[in-house]
């Protein structure tokens, strides 16, 4: 998937619209970034990585880099990252419970 459809899709499922990071931008960052020009910067995939954290703070997301050599950690990763924030939270204290089982056995 490219890095817009990406955006747009974690944009919509944070619960935003376009508009209002636009506007949660410009007043944040004191700028004065039409709708019009963000939509084009993203259509073109020229969107600076300074502001796509700008974008990500407001989502409530970070950007973290890891590096990994597992398929199934990169798999693992991936698939809980897809997930709504509070999906994310139920999987990690379900994998917690896994844990404390697993070192009982």
Known sequence: M???????????????????IVEELNQKYNRTTSVQNFSAKLKRESLKYTEVEEIFDILGYSIT???SNDPKIDEALSLLLSLRPDLQDYILDQMK???ELQDKN
């Open 2 to 20: 490219a890095l817009k459809d990406d955006l747009k899709a974690l944009i919509v499922k944070s619960g935003y619209t376009m508009t209002q």
């Open 65 to 67: 880099w890891t590096k």
């Open 97 to 99: 419970k896994l844990v």
